[in-house]
């Protein structure tokens, strides 16, 4: 009995040092002949975090206003970002991702999740759970404090972090200017063109705009 208390009390320390996620539900979209503007909503789970936030820190980046995510060490922050690799650190049950920064202005569709194609540049976030925990080329929003990498960028060790696979986001093409690493870019065949906003995205839209998951993921660097 005391070993079944042992481990069951083993087990909820685990559970209990995940990182909270939370993934948005992929609906069918439908057009509806019209478009709307809304605010940002956290989810439920998500809020206390929102709530964390400073006023300046809401908006990181838009068309008036410029975000640099290297001069932000030591804050809290919410940043939004594009999963580009994924490495399990060794000998533990936490995994860091690298992130390509986007812009955000508070706003977004009230149907899809809206952010810039525009970004700062690449950061890491260090989340702890025994799994890969999302998908090469998803968006994600993660809040925690800003420190610095072993390679020296950014790291946010995530306190919590919000999911958006494919098929519940899409871009701008307004924002602060484009900072974001040109490995990335490259793969942007509608960029310059003024074609990566599109309301109702299907895969090939974010082949278009990202590239080819296959080509990200685990243990890029």
């Not at 980046?61 to 410029?66: D, R």
């Not at 508070?106 to 999740?113: Q, R």
């Not at 072993?150 to 602060?176: K, N, S, Y």
Request: aromatic share 12%; net charge neutral; hydrophobic share 40%.
């Amino acid at each position: 009995m005391r070993i079944l208390i042992l481990v069951a009390a083993f087990l909820a320390l685990e559970c209990a040092a995940q990182t909270p996620m939370e993934t948005e539900p992929v609906k069918e979209l439908k057009p509806t002949g019209g478009l709307s503007t809304c605010g940002y909503k956290p989810v439920s789970a998500e809020e206390p975090f929102f709530k964390k936030l400073s006023a300046d820190e809401q908006v990181t980046g838009s068309f008036m206003k410029g975000y640099d995510i290297r001069k932000e060490d030591g804050k809290f922050v919410s940043w939004f970002g594009v999963v580009r690799g994924l490495t399990r650190l060794p000998n533990s049950n936490s995994w860091e991702l690298l992130l390509e920064h986007k812009y955000f202005d508070g706003l977004t569709d009230c149907h899809i999740m809206l952010v810039s194609n525009s970004g700062s540049g690449d950061f890491a976030a260090r989340l702890d759970t025994p799994d890969v925990p999302v998908p090469a080329l998803t968006l994600i929003r993660v809040y925690g404090t800003v420190g610095r990498s072993d390679r020296g960028m950014p790291l946010i060790r995530a306190e919590f972090v919000r999911v958006w696979p494919w098929m519940t986001f899409t871009f701008t093409d307004l924002g602060a200017e484009n900072r974001g690493n040109a490995r990335w870019r490259k793969e942007c065949k509608v960029c310059g063109h003024g074609k990566v906003y599109r309301p109702y995205p299907d895969r090939q839209y974010y082949l278009d705009v990202l590239g080819d998951p296959a080509h990200y993921g685990a243990f890029l660097k």
